[in-house]
């Protein structure tokens, strides 16, 4: 616009120019001018068809960047929904897959107790086989009267393998407090035998979900001292670096899951640690700090 306002002026002065000069002045400078001016007026012209070639082509270009900026952030988002959909895939099945792991446990801990019934049902028959054999022998201080062994005449615990499966099943309905004391009772009164860990893990975790932390790490802990080497021993572990979490205790925390992803590298708990880590936004340690060893 600014171009062809410019070429209109310059027309006109000439227009107003030619009829002022007198017909013996129109000589070779005012065609020379003329000339000039329509010269100018075309190469302005020129300019301008040029300039409005070149306005056209950037905004064509800047039409084909925001199309193509659109659909990156398109796709960008898309990816980014997707592994966010991975990731939660991922998590679900690892935890559904923990999950089933903890049944197979229970079942393994059901079946072993079985197996300590039955092993107990034949020692408690070769006990009494061989009290059958032996001949009866005097009381102590009445000569010739045969006496039976003294019966201690006191409360006895179930069978462990009826303490243990009942508490097992009020934990898997939900019966948490029932289930606690059963479990603590297992820990008082068969805390040798193979399941006594197990028993002191479910102590800790109806602690834990029913939101007492404080009592969960302390009940986790003595798993992991008193059991060290029980197959609930990685579950304390991880347990007892969320309960810490939970606690408002990060460092802490953290250091108990690289501890656990440390000591159980290959374990499910292991991987439910390294991606509670992930989440936390903390490093995945490869050696034991000294903390972490005073810690075990």
Do not use: C, H, W
């Not at 690892?94 to 999950?99: I, K, M």
């Not at 399941?195 to 800790?204: E, K, R």
């Not at 001292?225 to 939970?246: C, D, I, M, R, T």
Request: charge should be positive.
């Amino acid at each position: 616009m600014r171009l062809q306002k410019t070429i209109a002026t310059l027309t006109l002065a000439t227009m107003l120019v030619s009829p002022l000069t007198p017909a013996f002045a129109a000589n070779k400078d005012i065609i020379q001018l003329q000339t000039q001016v329509q010269a100018l007026a075309d190469q302005m012209q020129r300019m301008q068809q040029s300039i409005d070639e070149r306005m056209g082509i950037m905004r064509n270009l800047v039409e084909q960047s925001t199309d193509s900026i659109n659909k990156m952030s398109t796709s960008v988002t898309a990816m980014q929904r997707a592994l966010e959909q991975q990731n939660t895939d991922t998590q679900g099945r690892v935890e559904q897959v923990s999950g089933q792991i903890q049944t197979l446990n229970d079942s393994v801990d059901e079946l072993k107790a079985r197996f300590a019934k039955v092993q107990k049902q034949m020692d408690d028959m070769q006990a009494a086989q061989q009290a059958i054999n032996m001949p009866p022998q005097p009381v102590p201080g009445q000569p010739g009267v045969f006496g039976q062994p003294a019966q201690q005449a006191q409360n006895q615990a179930p069978p462990p393998d009826v303490l243990y499966n009942n508490a097992l099943r009020d934990y898997n309905a939900g019966r948490y407090d029932l289930a606690a004391q059963q479990f603590a009772d297992y820990v008082k009164f068969y805390g040798n035998t193979d399941l006594a860990g197990n028993a002191q893990f479910y102590v800790a975790d109806v602690e834990y979900r029913q939101g007492n932390f404080e009592a969960a790490v302390r009940d986790y802990d003595k798993v992991l001292e008193q059991f060290p080497g029980g197959n609930k021993a990685a579950a304390s572990q991880l347990k007892k670096g969320y309960a810490l979490l939970e606690l408002g205790q990060k460092d802490a925390g953290v250091r108990e899951l690289n501890a656990l992803i440390q000591r159980f590298p290959r374990s499910l708990e292991a991987q439910s640690a390294r991606d509670r880590l992930r989440r936390l936004g903390a490093a995945v340690t490869t050696k034991p700090s000294p903390a972490t060893r005073r810690n075990r």
